[in-house]
């Protein structure tokens, strides 16, 4: 099982920046650890889930076509987040911010067309113009 918890969201102008974390919380398995990949999503009104970027128990990171390479995400094994800074930002980039994960053997990460097990409740990126 893992617990996430997403921040960072809030409201900004066209062009200002935002940073999201996603806290994991892991349960131990002793013998059995689980390898999770963590992922961030974005779905805004009336449009389907976009993946962002993703990243396996690697350290592998892949990005999602709609971005077009705009963003960055980055790991912080110790603690368990994933930080997405999203920096200038547009109205389009409006959406509730999801962090996910899944359990794949060896770590893996799925598709982002692809269902992950576990979900955050989200965090609200809303950019005026």
């Known amino acids: 099982q893992v617990q996430l918890v997403e921040s960072g969201g809030g409201s900004v102008q066209a062009g200002g920046s935002l940073t999201l974390s996603c806290a994991a919380s892991?349960?131990?398995?002793?013998?059995?650890?689980?390898?999770?990949?963590m992922a961030w999503f974005r779905e805004a009104p009336g449009k389907e889930r976009e993946g962002v970027a993703s990243?396996?128990?690697?350290?592998?990171?892949t990005y999602g076509d709609s971005v077009k390479g705009r963003f960055t995400v980055s790991k912080d094994n110790g603690n368990n987040t994933l930080v997405l800074p999203l920096d200038s930002l547009h109205p389009e980039d409006t959406a509730m911010y999801y962090c996910?994960?899944?359990?794949?053997?060896?770590?893996?990460?799925?598709?982002?067309?692809?269902?992950?097990?576990?979900w955050g409740q989200g965090t609200q990126v809303t950019v005026s113009a």
């Open positions: 892991v349960a131990a398995s002793g013998s059995r650890p689980r390898r999770y990949c």
């Open positions: 990243v396996d128990s690697a350290g592998k990171i």
């Open positions: 996910a994960a899944e359990s794949l053997p060896g770590g893996t990460c799925p598709s982002f067309a692809s269902n992950f097990g576990f």
